[in-house]
């Protein structure tokens, strides 16, 4: 499963008929037929089916998992012919993306033959030739290419009174294997992989990350089990984000086979029928609400966009803007944030946030920050240039204005954190709107403060909008102090982007000063994990 963001290289993994540059299409992977998954748990899981669906013909070998229905694909595709996928389909995990969070679970789409298009991309825009795609640097450093985050402590969770029986007995779990997640984890991949070798092309080179991601996103299921309207809004972003993986709802079964397999070995000591139960019904409650996303989805949008660099505009020596044009119309919302994969390190996603309000041109813009290690960030800041193609996955966010109301707006951005607290603001300036809007931009130093000219620009076009620029070695920490000398702001709304630590302390502090926490708007970790997939 998955939610919001290491390495290990692997061999054969990176170019090539390995799945390498999604620009050459390769052959599509064979469902592995049931007779070849192992059987010696026997038929535990075999009430596992699709919520709301019949059951399943029983066979002689059976899967634990019943393969959920096939979905009818719709008669018109949004893209031409596609062809297997290379892509990162991850099943429940999702592929290396600035994947913040338990994971960022790879969603499977809704139909079995999504994945790479037939056409490639040069052919729509002039991109450059495939390349042969270098192994990934080895490095034990963290990527960071998306704002980092914490792993979540094993720590037990506090009972919670009225909690179902199904939510007491998976939390017990997570809590029991939270000690020993990185072990749980591996086994769950390696056990995955190997019973379904065809599955790992899905998958990013380097599965550290990708191990991380599917931790965070099953504490976020177990957090939110009893919590039908967080929960079931969580994963179908998580289907709709993770079709761009090439997942399909046969790969469903496969996973949850092998994660309640690693559940059941390391948390042996708690282990029994009833919780085996329970999770057989989280998890197949869980993926049908992934498959049904996709389906939906996919009736309306395409898995991802192909989008050309047209502008490459270097700030400071490690930030670019990037301004890219889609292939097909892109929409979005100000406020929301995309995952993006290059031709250099296929199947490595990272989010970044739009830096503008859509456009009448359809041109899309971002603050990229080239960080050690990481991949994505330092070959869209130091290798991309105009004319290259990269990849879109669908919006994702819920940092978006209320234009409902007329509700001031008080907005703190540190670093490239700016960058959607601007798309925020030319949103509010295009709906005509005269509500007061409060920015804080937060950054080290004065040459931090790269976008600062255009921030003053908007300032002095619209009275209604003040701009304080916060400079500290320490700004990202001290910039909650800051707003308190200003204000009061409790009939404000929130908005806050930048680093996980300053948005945690922010949070904290608005909450001091008297703005309830539904009006303190920012992209949480289980939001970062779903757009990752």
């Known amino acids: 499963m998955d939610?919001?963001?290491?390495?290990?290289?692997?061999?054969g993994t990176s170019g090539g008929s390995g799945g390498g540059g999604w620009f050459t299409p390769r052959k599509k992977p064979e469902t592995p037929p049931d007779g070849d998954q192992e059987t010696s748990e026997g038929s535990r899981l075999a009430a596992m089916r699709p919520v709301g669906r019949p059951a399943p013909s029983e066979g002689p070998e059976e899967s634990r998992i019943p393969r959920p229905p096939q979905v009818t694909a719709p008669t018109e595709r949004p893209l031409a012919e596609p062809e297997p996928a290379h892509q990162a389909a991850r099943p429940v995990a999702a592929p290396g993306e600035p994947t913040q969070g338990l994971s960022r679970s790879g969603a499977a789409t809704s139909q079995a033959t999504q994945g790479t298009p037939a056409w490639s991309p040069s052919?729509?825009?002039h991109s450059p030739a495939a390349q042969t795609v270098p192994a990934p640097p080895a490095s034990d450093a963290p990527q960071r290419d998306a704002p980092p985050e914490p792993r979540v402590p094993p720590q037990r969770p506090t009972p919670v009174s009225g909690a179902?029986?199904?939510a007491v007995l998976i939390r017990r779990t997570m809590a029991e294997v939270g000690p020993i997640a990185d072990k749980v984890t591996s086994y769950f991949y390696a056990l995955l992989f190997v019973r379904h070798p065809d599955l790992r092309s899905l998958f990013p080179p380097a599965m550290d990350t990708q191990r991380d991601r599917l931790l965070k996103a099953l504490l976020t299921a177990a957090e939110h089990i009893d919590n039908t309207q967080v929960l079931v809004a969580y994963l179908q972003n998580l289907g709709r984000g993770h079709r761009k993986y090439g997942t399909r709802p046969e790969h469903y079964p496969a996973v949850g086979e092998c994660l309640i397999a690693a559940l059941s070995r390391y948390a042996d000591q708690i282990w029994d029928e009833a919780t085996e139960a329970a999770w057989v019904r989280a998890y197949t409650t869980i993926s049908q609400v992934m498959i049904d996303a996709a389906a939906a989805d996919e009736l309306v949008a395409p898995a991802w966009w192909y989008a050309e660099v047209v502008s490459h505009d270097l700030r400071t020596s490690d930030i670019a803007v990037i301004t890219v044009r889609p292939d097909q119309p892109y929409p979005f919302l100000a406020g929301q944030y995309t995952s993006l994969e290059t031709p250099w390190w296929p199947r490595i996603w990272r989010h970044y946030s739009f830096a503008s309000a859509p456009r009448s041109d359809g041109l899309l813009s971002f603050h990229v920050k080239a960080v050690p290690a990481g991949w994505v960030s330092n070959a869209m800041v130091h290798r991309a240039r105009p004319g290259d193609v990269i990849r879109l996955g669908p919006p994702a966010?819920?940092?978006t204005v209320d234009h409902t109301t007329d509700t001031g707006m008080l907005?703190?951005?540190?670093?490239?954190g700016i960058a959607p607290i601007k798309a925020l603001v030319e949103d509010v300036a295009e709906h005509g709107e005269r509500r007061p809007v409060e920015v804080f931009y937060g950054a080290r130093t004065d040459h931090d403060l790269y976008d600062i000219?255009?921030?003053l620009r908007l300032q002095q076009s619209h009275p209604w909008l003040s701009v304080r620029p916060v400079v500290d070695a320490q700004a990202h920490i001290q910039l909650p102090d800051v707003i308190r000398e200003y204000g009061p702001w409790h009939e404000y709304d929130a908005y806050l982007s930048g680093p996980p630590g300053m948005i945690r302390s922010s949070v904290d502090a608005l909450r001091d000063i008297g703005i309830p926490s539904d009006r303190i708007r920012h992209d949480s970790v289980e939001e970062l994990?779903?757009?990752s997939g």
């Open 3 to 11: 939610a919001p963001t290491t390495t290990s290289a692997d061999n």
């Open 123 to 125: 052919a729509v825009m």
């Open 164 to 166: 179902s029986p199904d």
């Open 397 to 399: 966010g819920t940092m």
């Open 411 to 416: 907005c703190l951005g540190g670093g490239t």
């Open 453 to 455: 000219d255009t921030m």
């Open 529 to 531: 994990v779903a757009a």
